[in-house]
């Protein structure tokens, strides 16, 4: 099991945090809604974040939204959490 370089359960809503991609899907959700992320929503064992960048989804009409995400405090199989940037944006 990885260890991350804080403590879990000191990430809050309304935190940023910094991931790295573990697969292939996950670096490419990276490269496509860059490396910081913002805690929308905690629970035990996951955390809801949302990308800070809009991207372009393939719907009618190509609106640009932002992507959302859970992500599990242990052992995430696409994505590592890396940094926790307490109540600020990088």
Same mark, same amino acid.
């Given at each position: 099991? &990885? ?11 309304? %935190? ?9 899907? $996950?670096?490419?959700?990276?490269? #496509?809604?860059? %490396? ?6 905690? #629970? ?5 974040? #949302?990308?800070? &960048?809009?991207?372009?989804? %393939?719907?009618? $009409?190509?609106?640009?939204?932002? %992507?959302?995400?859970?992500?599990s405090a242990t052992e995430d199989r696409d994505f590592e959490v890396v940094e926790l940037i ?5």
């Amino acid at each position: 099991m &990885e260890t991350n370089r804080f403590n879990w359960r000191s990430i809050c809503i309304g %935190d940023f945090v910094r991931l790295k991609g573990k697969t292939r899907k $996950g670096k490419n959700r990276i490269n #496509q809604h860059g %490396d910081v992320w913002e805690v929308i929503d905690e #629970q035990l064992t996951k955390i809801l974040l #949302q990308s800070l &960048e809009k991207t372009f989804k %393939d719907t009618p $009409g190509r609106v640009a939204e932002k %992507d959302w995400r859970w992500i599990s405090a242990t052992e995430d199989r696409d994505f590592e959490v890396v940094e926790l940037i307490k109540g600020e944006a990088a």
